[in-house]
């Protein structure tokens, strides 16, 4: 197989807010109901202002063919919100989730975590949780609120986000 | 099941912890990356409901009244799977500063002149071939603050998917012979040289367009399927 030589990745830089987000980004599924905000935070627990959050989910009968996205800028003070609608299960037998990456100024290649919600009995049996530390698994799991659900994105430091290597 | 993709090849990228750019210091997690082999979703294909591309949208100098200043260029190049296969329908999209080295973002603060002409900001599908294709003006380099008379050498920002989430990228082109190279902290967090020779564009007579704009030359590879799939074939 011939090798791979991939074009390296570097950072969104902080002037992006121009180009990337578009009106329709924040709504993943048109006419949801499901509110999905959250802040993005650093190694020294401030807001980051200048990141950029996607998503990608499966819709609600836990289909991945309609390609789901959400776009959504972190300016100007660090917080993101999302409309959409509760996935369900995805056929490699994981819980309800939604992928996330995070683009940010100061991160030369974007990361990837999941969000997972509370009180989910399939939980349990995701294969993706069953791999992550016991201990870390909480920073994977949204909190809910009266209006929706919140998943704070912990950079680095202490409850630092659960990444992957995808 | 969707296509599992390659996990060689993925060293070409910078370490998220790299000193020197001291914006990474805060942002980069301390804590080990947990693998995820062959997750269902993030090997889906994102579909970005920004409304259908512009007859202009590729054309950075033709979306506002008149024309930009600037050194007028093509930028042109192929978008290819790590096996080589083109990726036909692939969003590109383009930002960057003017001529003067300014983004038309009210947050860059540099003391170089706006050009109403000119917005910085392009998209475009690749063809059957897997080719994209902008017109703009060449940008400038412009300062920050990272470290004394710290300079980015001119550059594109570009942002691709690939056939998945996975496949992701977020990334810079920049320009053959910049002499800002060496000290910039950016391009230099790619630290084998092959992997950051392949974040220069070339110059290329064959975009060059006579009377009319200088040509550039830049190939981008996302990450490939990790098995070649055949399609049944009758007979
Ligand atoms: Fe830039």
Known sequence: MAVQELTPAQTVGPFYGFALPYPAGPVVAEGGSLRLRGTVFDGAGEPVPDALVEVLQADVDGRLDGGLFGRCSTAPEG??????????????????????????????????????????????????????????RHTLIAVEEERGFRFDIRLQGEDETVFFDV | MATPLRRDGRDAHPDRDHPAYRSTALRHPRQPLVPLHDPETELARPFLGAGPIAPLDHDLTAQRGGQPLGE???????????????????????????????????EDRHDAPL???????????????????????????????????????????????????????????YFPGDPLFPYDPVMQSVTDEAARERMVAAFDLDATVDQWATGYRWDIVLRGPAATVFEDVEG
């Not at chain 1, 996935?87 to 974007?110: E, S």
């Not at chain 2, 007028?72 to 001529?99: F, K, M, S, Y």
């Open chain 1, 79 to 136: 917080r993101f919100a999302f409309t959409t609608v509760r996935p369900g299960p995805t056929a490699d037998g994981c819980a309800p989730h939604l992928a996330v990456i995070v683009h940010a100024r100061g991160l030369l290649l974007h990361l990837h975590t999941r969000v997972y919600f509370p009180g989910e009995a399939l939980n349990a049996a995701d294969p993706v949780l069953a791999v992550v530390p016991e201990d870390r």
């Open chain 2, 115 to 173: 050009d109403p002409n000119f917005a910085g900001v392009g998209r475009c599908l690749t063809d059957a071939a897997g080719t994209y294709r902008f017109v703009t003006v060449k940008p400038g380099p412009y300062p920050w603050r990272n470290h004394d008379k710290a300079w980015r050498p001119s550059h594109i920002h570009f942002s691709l998917f690939g056939t998945a989430f996975a496949s992701r990228l977020i990334t810079q082109m």
């Open chain 2, 72 to 106: 007028r260029i093509v930028v042109t190049g192929r978008v290819r799977d790590g096996n080589g296969a083109p990726l036909a329908g692939q969003l590109v999209e383009v930002w960057q500063a003017n001529a003067s080295g300014r983004y038309a973002q009210a």
